[in-house]
């Protein structure tokens, strides 16, 4: 039973555009977000994150939105550069610090 | 890299052998754990630790044991490793305050 659902494995964007990426999940109980994004070869590296008292953070190029009563984030990337094509993984945490993943988002940036 | 090292980095095994994974950190970060990643299945919680001799299930933890003696190492334990345990296993380490870190990651193949 996946908690934390990424229901586009793929994603194309041209240079410059915006990148959204959307996560969904099941549990009410999730009160922390965490958005991931991974290189081939190499280990996830945190990127943003909101707590469910927020409903958007903002940290440079990036934005997370949270709507809390569609149980839904999504990640904004203005402008997409093609440095930032990876697999996105969003993550949720009920104040456990157990971090659940979804199954990510490849995104490709084409120049 | 907050000072994660994952050894080995890879590694092939037969099936029926038991394998350890060590990850060992510098920052003497609280909470360490261990996911595993496969494709269509994102990354899955096995095991995780908040503190020495504290752990606890993740969502794959059949056929999985973890250790922690001590702040810096927390050891992952394939008793009798199956085809299906073929998969990149990464180590993180969470201060409490919502950032995981990762480490390398292991390839394991079992054989």
């Known amino acids: 039973d996946q908690q934390v659902k990424q229901n586009s494995p793929s994603l194309s964007v041209q240079e410059g555009r915006i990148s959204i990426l959307n996560c969904d999940y099941t549990?009410?109980?999730?009160?922390?977000f965490l958005w991931y994004k991974k290189y081939p070869a190499e280990g996830p590296t945190f990127l943003i994150s909101?707590?469910?008292?927020?409903d958007k953070n903002e940290d440079g190029r990036f934005t997370v939105f949270l709507n809390k009563s569609a149980k839904h984030l999504s990640l904004h990337i203005v402008p997409s550069q093609p440095g930032d094509s990876a697999v996105y993984f969003c993550?949720?945490?009920?104040?456990?610090?157990?971090?659940?993943f979804g199954t990510g988002t490849r995104l490709k940036v084409l120049a | 890299d907050a000072g994660i090292t994952q050894s080995p980095r890879h590694k092939v095994t037969e099936t029926g052998t038991p394998v350890t994974l060590r990850c060992h950190q510098t920052?003497?970060?609280?909470?360490m754990y261990w996911y595993r990643q496969d494709p269509g299945h994102g990354l899955r919680l096995i095991h995780y630790?908040?503190?020495?001799?504290?752990?606890d299930k993740g969502e794959v933890s059949d056929g999985y044991s973890v250790s922690r003696s001590k702040t810096e190492d927390f050891l992952l334990t394939l008793e009798s490793a199956t085809s299906s345990q073929t998969s990149v296993y990464f180590c993180?380490?969470?201060?409490?305050?919502?950032?995981?870190?990762f480490g390398q990651g292991t390839r394991l193949t079992v054989v």
């Open positions: 993180a380490t969470d201060t409490g305050r919502g950032e995981a870190f």
């Open positions: 630790s908040y503190g020495v001799k504290d752990t």
């Open positions: 909101i707590s469910s008292i927020k």
């Open positions: 549990n009410s109980m999730f009160d922390y």
């Open positions: 993550a949720a945490s009920s104040g456990t610090y157990k971090y659940i």
């Open positions: 920052e003497n970060h609280r909470y």
